[in-house]
């Protein structure tokens, strides 16, 4: 038996009325109810007509229900496809065209376009869920019967589709088997004594990996509970401290709670451990922290494409600025980023990432897939180190990416919608240091016409184009963009000369 779930199950509490989430208001979901619901959500999936592989794309408010979906979905052996909710029409498109899914879920207020793009692009259902959970999905799942016999699944059967915007062009479709979570939920668990009496603090999206599968997944493979908030909201995360022993965040969730001061030693006298991921995590905000509360912050490193890689250790040394040590049955090399050699402990290379967690490929891009594996290592893009301790640093990428408050945003999709505007010649797109969100996308724009400095207008154009996490927070105006001898933007100059963009 390799279905995802069914592992996840065995570890469910023997009494299934134990609780597993808790929502506001008070409301308590039991494993029993988890069972019942996620059956119905997979009859409603067969229901449909939905066969083993078929792909399910959801965009909708973080909610049990979508949770119940994406259990179901494990169940009845669809792939779970879940897309920020801050998409535009146009960036839905673009996946519902690639991915082909059987079933479009969405919020009942972008009924209209995306039924529209699913008529288009020949994807046969769309079903409806809103931030409650209502809607024509949970109405489907309400009327079918609470018992669902659990498909039987190959290892390598995909479990989810999860799509990372590349450097260049396409976003890509990191295809996850249910063999390859079923190994990282449980090394995981294992790695932070993760047991039935913990309740995470669970204040994160659930359309990444980081909220989804490492925080969901985890609690599951523990017969654990959560506190299921809508987002972060400091007030409902002090409000749930005292009832929670685990919390899983960004680093600006830590970042923003430092700045309250009621998060005290007092407030987190019940919590027995904080994670922080998705970013860097920088080694002040870790020493604030463990002076403030007491705790060490666990830092633990992760990618789409290859779940959780390394984490710091729960007895033992958490170094700030490291991102510990690989998981179990999880090889992680060092190797120079142009000639693949493998290089000696202590050298700083391109971090390359073997093991059971690894994704199965890009959807649909084998050469893509190809052209990010070395000798089956998968090569992260991130540069980094191993110390003569066997911990992993991350100090750079060799990939053009910029992370604000934990999502990924690709300077050259941001460049290829600003050229795109008329008042724009070129542009360069780069990350500056910011306060709360670790980096803040900053745009620099040679416009056509002299003297053009009007950030509003472009900022304006590129609301239906990008979601708003990925339009640029400062817009500055050049004759010309600062090149190489080969015609290459110097990103690095403009990085140095914009660094205190953000810095009040
Ligand atoms: C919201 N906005 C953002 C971001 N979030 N802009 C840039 N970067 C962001 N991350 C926009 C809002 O639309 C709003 O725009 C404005 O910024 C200010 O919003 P604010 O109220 O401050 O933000 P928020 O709603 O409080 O959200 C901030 C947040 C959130 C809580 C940090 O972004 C978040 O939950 N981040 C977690 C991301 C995550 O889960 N990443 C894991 C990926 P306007 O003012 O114009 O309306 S998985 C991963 O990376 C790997 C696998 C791993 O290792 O885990
Ligand atoms: P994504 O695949 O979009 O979720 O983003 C993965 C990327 O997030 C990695 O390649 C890293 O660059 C970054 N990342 C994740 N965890 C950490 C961390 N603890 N420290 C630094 N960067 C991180």
Redesign the pocket.
């Known amino acids: 038996m390799a279905n995802l779930y069914d592992r996840l199950s065995r570890q469910f509490p023997k009494d299934r009325g134990a609780p597993f989430a808790t929502l506001p208001g008070g409301r308590v979901v039991t494993y029993a109810a988890l069972e019942a619901r996620s059956a119905q959500y997979a009859r409603v999936l067969q229901g449909l007509g939905l066969a083993v592989g078929d792909r399910v794309a959801v965009q909708a408010e973080k909610n049990l229900d979508m949770l119940m979906l994406y259990l179901g979905c494990l169940r009845a052996g669809a792939v779970f496809l879940p897309l920020n909710t ?1 998409y535009t029409a146009g960036e839905l498109d673009y996946f519902i065209a690639d991915a082909e899914p059987a079933l479009v879920v969405c919020d009942p207020t972008r009924l209209e376009s995306v039924a529209e793009i699913a008529a288009r692009r020949g994807a046969p259902h769309v079903l409806t869920l809103d931030a409650a959970g209502a809607g024509t999905a949970s109405a489907r799942a309400d009327a079918a019967e609470p018992e669902f016999a659990t498909l039987d699944l190959p290892d390598e059967a995909l479990a989810a589709i999860l799509y990372t915007s590349g450097t260049t062009g396409r976003s890509k479709g990191a295809m996850l088997s249910h063999g390859a979570m079923a190994s990282n939920a449980f090394a995981l668990a294992e790695c932070w004594r993760y047991g039935p009496e913990d309740v995470l603090l669970h ?3 659930i ?5 989804l599968f ?1 925080a969901t997944n985890v609690t599951l493979a523990s017969g654990a509970a959560m506190i299921f908030l809508p ?3 400091p007030d409902a995360v002090m409000a749930a401290l005292p009832s929670a022993t685990v919390m899983m ?2 680093p ?2 830590y970042i ?1 709670l430092l700045k309250d001061p009621r998060f005290t030693r007092e407030a987190v006298a019940h919590m027995r451990l904080f994670v922080s ?3 860097p995590l920088s080694a002040d905000v870790h020493r604030e922290f463990a002076e403030r509360t007491g705790h060490a912050i666990l830092e ?5 494409e ?3 890689n390394t984490s710091n250790p729960y007895d033992g040394e958490r170094r700030p600025g490291t991102v510990g040590l690989p998981l179990p049955g999880v090889c992680v090399r060092i190797a120079d980023p142009e000639s693949g050699r493998v290089l000696p402990q202590g050298e700083v290379g391109v971090i390359e990432i073997k093991g059971p967690n690894l994704f199965h490929g890009y959807w649909r891009m084998p050469e893509k897939t190809a052209a990010e594996f070395r000798d089956g290592w998968f090569i992260s893009g991130d540069l980094g180190l191993i110390d003569d301790h066997g911990y992993v640093s991350i100090v750079g990428r060799a990939k053009d990416l910029i ?7 690709y300077p050259a999709e941001v460049e290829t919608a600003l050229d795109e505007l008329p008042e724009v010649r070129e542009s360069a797109v780069v990350g500056a240091p910011h306060p ?2 670790g980096e ?2 900053v745009a620099v724009v040679v416009p056509r016409e002299a003297g053009f400095a009007d950030a509003e207008r472009l900022t304006t154009q590129l609301r239906d184009k990008l979601a ?4 640029p ?1 400062r817009i500055v105006f050049v004759d010309e963009l600062p090149k190489n001898t080969m015609g290459k933007v110097q990103k690095s100059l403009l990085r140095e000369r914009l660094a205190d963009s953000f810095q009040s």
């Open positions: 801050a204040a994160l999206p359309f990444h990996t980081h909220g490492v987002g972060f909201d965040g960004v600006t969730f923003r991921g998705s970013a633990r490193y992760g990618m789409t290859t779940n959780m992370i604000s408050g934990g999502y990924n945003i709360d969100m803040g996308v708003r996490f990925k339009q927070r």
